[in-house]
T-cell receptor, first 112, second 109 residues
Framework: IAGITQAPTSQILAAGRRMTLRCTQDMRHNAMYWYRQDLGLGLRLIHY???????GKGEVPDGYSVSRANTDDFPLTLASAVPSQTSVYFC???????????FGPGTRLTVL | GQNIDQPTEMTATEGAIVQINCTYQ??????LFWYQQHAGEAPTFLSY????GLEEKGRFSSFLSRSKGYSYLLLKELQMKDSASYLC??????????FGAGTTVTVRA
């Protein structure tokens, strides 16, 4: 594969459950990002990582956590899902923070 | 933070030209990006401006005026496949992107 993969493609989740969205890239990009996209609001940054071993908070980090144990993987965890976390989640990567970002296909998450 | 404004919707005829405007207010500026997003798909990179002026790439051109906090994306010779959302995004001094809500362009025959 070349590019970014995300799993699952879609998920329906009961409120209060824990969920991890997976993101893997094989381009050896240093920087990775998680966004959520909601109608009328555009893409909003949740968390980011400029390089393996480091992470940072974006615009809407509450209720989410990330880890970056290696270059390729950047999982996003919802510790206790709430209905307001219903959204489409996109993972992205870039060679460095100074380059264009490439986006994964997205995960559609519904929290009931 | 960033405040990025772009029109919600635009409609144009096949073969025509459409200009999508984007205005921004930033706390630090490190470049402006345009992305295209078809319904149900991921955004894909179209263009990047960091200096004032026009960048041309085939049927698509993007313009930037940093002093005015203004950019536009120009789509020429519109095709049906250009029907999509177009996202304006500004990179701040920490190299993080902030996106506008997107402009949905509908191309009609």
């Amino acid at each position: 594969i070349a590019g970014i993969t995300q799993a699952p493609t879609s998920q329906i989740l009961a409120a209060g459950r824990r969920m991890t969205l997976r993101c893997t890239q094989d381009m050896r990009h240093n920087a990775m990002y998680w966004y959520r996209q909601d109608l009328g609001l555009g893409l909003r940054l949740i968390h980011y990582s400029n390089t393996a071993g480091t992470t940072g908070k974006g615009e809407v980090p509450d209720g989410y956590s990330v880890s970056r144990a290696n270059t390729d993987d950047f999982p996003l965890t919802l510790a206790s899902a709430v209905p307001s976390q219903t959204s489409v989640y996109f993972c992205a990567s870039s060679e460095t923070g100074n380059n264009e970002q490439f986006f994964g296909p997205g995960t559609r998450l519904t929290v009931l | 933070g960033q405040n990025i404004d772009q029109p919600t919707e635009m409609t144009a005829t096949e073969g025509a030209i459409v200009q999508i405007n984007c205005t921004y207010q930033t706390s630090g500026f490190n470049g402006l990006f345009w992305y295209q997003q078809h319904a149900g798909e991921a955004p894909t990179f179209l263009s990047y401006n960091v200096l004032d002026g026009l960048e041309e790439k085939g049927r698509f051109s993007s313009f930037l005026s940093r002093s005015k906090g203004y950019s536009y994306l120009l789509l020429k010779e519109l095709q049906m496949k250009d029907s999509a959302s177009y996202l304006c995004a500004v990179r701040d001094g920490d190299y993080k992107l902030s996106f506008g809500a997107g402009t949905t362009v509908t191309v009609r025959a």
